[in-house]
């Protein structure tokens, strides 16, 4: 990937920005094979549109044996944002165009960018929940590309899921998978440059 051509950075929200909370969430009341299955159908119901965060809350809530105000108040308890990514969205807004692409309830996820400060950050927003699909779904990229007014190749999807990667290169778009923020140093200091911790922060 040759980092200098590249003039957009399109990044996941949870995973990368914020912890992951439905997988979380989840496994405090099913086992593995029912979580991925309510995780499937009524959070991925919600992600794509087909149903209200508050509808989903209220499902979530009945085969949980909790209210839908507790559902939604862990939620938004488990969603931790990564301080450290404040720093690194300050710099690399200074060199990028910065966009944000997830799979989320619209509400939800416009609740936790508030709340934690990240709008700021980015030009323009793409949830899931609002187009009607979702990552890996290569539509998803090809819209957001139309949007921007930009080539697959000028762009970077940085996502800690290799399946919404994936969904990005059959768009021509590179992609980072993100486990920690060093992951970014390439982004960060595309010319092998030095800079202190004053100027990271």
Not at 36 to 44: E, L, M, P
Not at 103 to 124: C, Q
Not at 181 to 201: C, I, M, R, S, V
Request: glycine fraction near 6%; proline fraction near 4%.
């Amino acid at each position: 990937m040759h980092v200098k051509s590249k003039k957009v950075l399109i990044f996941d929200f949870f995973g990368v920005l914020c912890s992951e909370v439905a997988p979380f969430w989840l496994e405090r009341y099913f086992t593995q094979e029912e979580a991925a299955a309510v995780k499937s159908d009524i959070v991925g119901k919600a992600d794509i549109g087909l149903s209200t965060e508050d509808e989903m809350m209220e499902e979530l809530g009945r085969i949980s044996g909790e209210t839908a105000e507790q559902v939604r108040e862990d939620w938004m308890e488990l969603a931790v944002p990564n301080l450290e990514m404040h720093g690194v969205l300050k710099k690399l807004r200074k060199e990028y165009r910065l966009v944000l692409l997830s799979n989320a309830p619209a509400e939800f996820l416009e609740r936790i960018l508030e709340r934690d400060g990240w709008k700021d950050y980015f030009e323009h927003f793409v949830i899931s929940s609002l187009e009607g699909i979702a990552k890996p779904d290569p539509e998803i990229y090809q819209r957001m590309l139309e949007w921007l007014e930009e080539d697959a190749e000028a762009c970077v999807m940085i996502d800690d899921n290799p399946k919404n990667l994936d969904g990005a290169r059959l768009a021509g778009i590179d992609g980072v998978l993100f486990e920690k923020p060093e992951d970014l140093d390439g982004l960060l200091y595309p010319w092998g440059e030095e800079y202190g911790e004053e100027d990271f922060f």
